[in-house]
């Protein structure tokens, strides 16, 4: 079946733009993960839903990172005026269940750069 | 909170050498471990997982992990490495909900 779709794949923003970044997740999953990649990085917890609620947002970095899943599926991460430092990948992952009853099932991701 | 460290962040090795891969993790209660890997070009996939059970967990592709809770480890071990085993192996922990990643290690095979 299908996995994990992110888009774009490839994002580019000037400094100070607002960027959304998209993911669907499998079908029925339940769980849904945002994590940051940086070069050389592992990836970094930003947030997590169980269907619509966000159980934990202790990652987002700053005030400026938002993300929703209005109906417990397809999910946005939004970054308002975007800064050099949010140049990375950014990975959605999914899970059937809760994260302690099934692994994660990972996106291709999108990289963002900003310039 | 929870960690992970992994240890080599860059390993080469030839075709048909065995392969350890140290992971540790720091968190005080029950933690389910996992190791993904990802191939060039591709998105991370689970390699293998414990939840529970046998300490010693075998995934895909002849590797397995053997969780040591005296020691908070989980290596990752392979008898005979290939050269597609080349990619970039992470060690994750998930202890309530969060799922912590390590920083990863590449793995070079050289034919």
């Known amino acids: 079946g299908a996995g994990v779709s992110q888009s774009p794949r490839y994002k580019v923003a000037k400094r100070g733009q607002d960027v959304a970044l998209r993911c669907d997740p499998i079908s029925g999953h339940v769980s849904l993960f945002w994590y940051q990649q940086a070069l050389g990085q592992g990836p970094e917890f930003l947030t997590y839903f169980q269907n619509e609620a966000q159980l934990d947002k202790s990652g987002l970095p700053s005030d400026r990172f938002f993300a929703e899943r209005p109906e417990g599926s397809v999910s946005t991460l939004k970054i308002q005026r975007t800064q050099q430092e949010d140049s990375a990948v950014y990975l959605c992952a999914s899970s059937a269940q809760g994260p302690n009853n099934s692994p994660l099932h990972f996106g291709n991701g999108t990289r963002l750069t900003v310039t | 909170a929870q960690s992970v460290s992994q240890h080599n962040h860059h390993v080469i090795l030839s075709e048909a050498a065995s392969l350890e891969l140290g992971c540790n993790y720091s968190?005080?209660?029950?933690?389910?471990l996992f190791w993904y890997v990802q191939y060039p070009g591709q998105h991370l996939q689970l390699l293998l997982k414990?939840?529970?059970?046998?300490?010693l967990v075998k995934g895909i592709k002849g590797f397995e992990a053997e969780f040591i809770k005296s020691k908070f480890s989980f290596n990752l071990r392979k008898p005979s490495v290939q050269w597609s085993d080349t990619a970039e192996y992470f060690c994750a922990v998930n202890g309530y909900q969060k799922v912590t990643f390590g920083i990863g290690t590449k793995l070079q095979v050289i034919p």
């Open positions: 968190y005080g209660g029950t933690v389910n």
């Open positions: 414990y939840f529970s059970g046998d300490p």
